[in-house]
């Protein structure tokens, strides 16, 4: 029998979310793009982005340039910062947890050394530059469409303290 998998992403939502289904990710920070696993891995990933999220403290980051991102640069999208570069160590500590559990990232010249913080601009807005935001926690959600149209949250990780 074949082994089943899924698409996941890692973000961090900018307003408060719940787990469950949803239309679509509301304005966020991806923290892990798009990657491929077996499901029966996901139950690991939980267990060790726990973990991940314990060791980590809440992250201030600030709305900085506005960028074009995309093969077309049709993606407007404002950079992030952050002083003590924590978003870049979560990112790259979350990036590994997610190789060690067996997932494929779809894209990953976007990762590691690659990895640039930044919100999407959405129909629900951004962030205005020089906004700071307070990052408290993080989700792990279905990266594709269900055949009903929705994502799911499937968990909401808070950091320590």
Known sequence: MAERHGDFIIVSCLDPIERGVISRIPRHVTLVPWFHMP??????????????????????????????????????VRELTDEAESICRLHLDLLSTVIATRGILRSPQYTGANYSPHVTKQADGWIDEGEVITLGSFQLAQAVDTPRGTRDIINNYDFKG
Do not use: N, T, W
């Open 39 to 76: 499901l029966d891995e996901l139950v690991s990933l939980q267990h060790e982005i726990r973990g991940v999220a314990g060791r980590h403290e809440a992250l201030e980051v600030r709305g900085s340039d506005v960028k074009r991102f995309g093969p077309d640069e049709d993606i407007l």
